[in-house]
DNA sequence: TTCCTAATTGCGGCATGATGCAATAGCATT
DNA sequence: AATGCTATTGCATCATGCCGCAATTAGGAA
């Protein structure tokens, strides 16, 4: 299923139409993220942008992305080590889980969500961004592949897989 | 000079215990993070250890961080702008709530993330690592501030408690 | 007190991103 | 087709962290 230029197109006629400039940088990444599903990191994006043309250059594709997040196109959040992770075309706003152990990844559903946002709103009014809300922790498979023991000294009750 | 700050004569011993080494650079990271409240980012510890020892090596205190964490003195999350944020002796796990506004944060109480753990550990098994959460969004001031830039970049800054 | 061993340190370097600046190049107009 | 305005690019550099390596040193044993 692979849309033909068309979201290039559309991208394209967003960005003039808004008084920004259509390059063959900007057309290269946007080639790259129509070729990638689910989650990509950044580097990941400079990378492939990189097999295609290795005179890439990175500041132009974090700009790049930049651009297309605030145009809607992109959306990205934060893995459990912090490295920005982007989402291609959301479709419908939504957060993320993430495996510190496996380093899987899940979308998570409005149900999951819906609570946390809720409360949050109700109790203090706080809008939250479910779209930039990565939940990290351990899958089922990895905490019964070893969870690791509690052991914290302080009492404090950390516990680090290692 | 100096009080014995109860906690470093504590931490001192953990370390011993475990075979690891009380430092004069471990002791002065703990010296700062005694006198620090809240949360603070990495280099934000960085700095503030070398207003007292200008010698001050960044690698040294981001690997002391470390062992402090795994021992359960500290722990991380990230910030909305994937920075790395530490919250000193937690005395009870806890998330974070995170203005991209006013960069203000705040804590989770336990009933406001209780729902999403209880229902991800339901649907999915996945144990989810409540101390690393940071949600972002904006504050109920923000958002009637207009949501756009907002400019106010006084008056911002760490909201403790709840 | 002196020795020894391994934990730490400090340094250099890399990875991921953000940002200032001068040169380039879209693209709307003439 | 040439022109002019300014968005973008590419480069250099900085910020935040992580990591390998050789030299140092904490601290238990002799």
Same mark, same amino acid.
């Not at 033909?4 to 900007?26: C, F, I, K, N, Y």
């Not at 005179?55 to 934060?78: A, K, M, Q």
């Given at each position: 299923?692979?849309?033909?230029?068309?979201?290039?197109?559309?991208?394209?006629?967003?960005?003039?139409?808004?008084?920004?400039?259509?390059?063959?940088?900007?057309?290269?990444?946007?080639?790259?993220?129509?070729?990638?599903?689910?989650?990509?990191?950044?580097?990941?994006?400079?990378?492939?942008?990189?097999?295609?043309?290795?005179?890439?250059?990175?500041?132009?594709?974090?700009?790049?992305?930049?651009?297309?997040?605030?145009?809607?196109?992109?959306?990205?959040?934060?893995?459990?080590?912090?490295?920005?992770?982007?989402?291609?075309?959301?479709?419908?706003?939504? $957060? @993320? +889980?993430?495996?510190? #152990?496996?380093?899987?990844?899940?979308?998570? =559903?409005? *149900?999951?969500?819906?609570?946390?946002? !809720?409360?949050?709103?109700?109790?203090?009014?706080?809008?939250?961004?479910? $779209? @930039? +809300?990565?939940?990290? #922790?351990?899958?089922?498979?990895?905490?019964? =592949?070893? *969870?690791?023991?509690?052991?914290?000294? !302080?009492?404090?009750?950390?516990?680090?897989?290692?």
């Amino acid at each position: 299923m692979v849309e033909p230029a068309g979201s290039w197109v559309e991208v394209r006629d967003q960005l003039r139409a808004r008084g920004l400039r259509w390059t063959p940088q900007r057309r290269l990444i946007l080639d790259v993220l129509a070729a990638t599903s689910g989650h990509v990191t950044g580097s990941d994006i400079v990378d492939r942008c990189r097999e295609r043309d290795a005179e890439t250059t990175p500041s132009t594709v974090y700009r790049t992305l930049d651009v297309l997040e605030e145009l809607g196109y992109l959306s990205h959040s934060h893995g459990a080590d912090g490295r920005e992770e982007f989402h291609v075309l959301p479709e419908t706003e939504h $957060g @993320h +889980l993430q495996c510190r #152990g496996c380093g899987g990844s899940w979308e998570l =559903a409005p *149900a999951d969500t819906g609570h946390l946002v !809720g409360d949050l709103e109700r109790s203090t009014g706080f809008a939250v961004d479910i $779209g @930039h +809300l990565t939940v990290s #922790g351990l899958c089922a498979t990895c905490q019964a =592949a070893g *969870a690791g023991p509690a052991g914290a000294p !302080g009492g404090a009750g950390y516990i680090e897989g290692r």
